[in-house]
């Protein structure tokens, strides 16, 4: 175990993971139609967005691995294995599932955003802050959150929400 109770080679498997992620993501973007026969721009295409968000996850995954790569470098014996499946990401699982499948066209967007991640904040927030400020930050972050996702979605990319 090092820094942030995680392990070097869990984070470089993980940003192995997000990269090929990532890339999946960047080229099934790229093969997505883009209307130019309809007089469609760079920034209307449908594959656009997903793509850069695609290219920010595979930045990122990469970074962690170098990260990490660097870390077992430095680190001197063998590296103890954290399990793959751990309390956490069960955590995780389950909130987007229930934010997915339960809330998102059951209830308004802005409430289920603001929901999943006031939770996802207050599940998530170190132990050793009061409970008043976890709920003061998950709270604020919720409808912060909420607030300016649903604005981008709907006044920018004039995509309507559920």
Known sequence: MTEGGTSAR???WGGAGW???GLLIVVLAWRMERFESMGAELYTMPGFVPGM???VLLLLGTVLML???LRIRQQSGTPTAQPLFNRRIGITLALSLTYAAGLIGRVPFWFATGVFVAAFVA???P???????RLTVSLLAGVLTSAVVTTVFQQIF???LP
């Open 53 to 55: 968000l695609g290219g």
């Open 19 to 21: 990269a090929g992620f």
């Open 10 to 12: 869990s984070d470089l």
């Open 158 to 160: 004039l995509v309507r």
């Open 127 to 133: 132990p050793e802050h009061s409970a008043a400020r």
């Open 123 to 125: 599940l998530f927030a």
């Open 67 to 69: 990260r990490s790569w």
